[in-house]
């Protein structure tokens, strides 16, 4: 199975659901949503900056407070995970593949205290598999992450 669109091989044009792209309203009807574009390649987008000199090395443990949601497709907009609602901040290590590589790759550029979106393309972030019901096949992801600890 191949995910087309831009993403996959930077060659191809992006299919009409991903120019056109479809979200879901409130109340889970779906609906039309003009010029979503896929995530070509991972992106960091600051919303306020950390301390600026303190940031994480490859191997550090680091807490984090994330909320994710799908970004393009018939659950556009649409969040399937995030520490804030749970209460607890999520620990992992850096670098060493316990997250999607677009975590590895985009946390570790941001300093202690920062909050920033994380815009992962589908082939760094589940691929073509997807991961249960909550992420499909080629889903782009958007990610508010905050970086509040280093250990």
Request: charged letters at 15%; glycine letters at 18%.
């Amino acid at each position: 199975m191949g995910c087309g669109g831009s993403s996959d091989s930077g060659n191809e044009e992006p299919t009409e659901e991903q120019q056109v792209g479809v979200g879901v309203t409130g109340d889970g009807v779906a609906q039309a949503v003009p010029n979503i574009q896929p995530f070509t390649s991972l992106k960091v987008v600051p919303i306020s900056g950390g301390d600026g000199s303190t940031y994480p090395n490859q191997g550090d443990e680091l807490t984090m407070h994330y909320v994710g949601t799908n970004h393009g497709g018939p659950n556009h907009g649409k969040m399937f995970d995030s520490s804030r609602m749970k209460g607890r901040p999520f620990k992992f290590q850096i670098g060493m593949g316990q997250v999607i590589k677009g975590w590895d790759e985009g946390v570790i550029q941001l300093s202690l205290g920062q909050k920033a979106n994380l815009e992962i393309p589908y082939s760094l972030g589940y691929g073509e598999a997807g991961a249960g019901g909550a992420i499909a096949p080629c889903q782009d992801l958007l990610f508010e992450v905050e970086l509040l600890a280093i250990n």
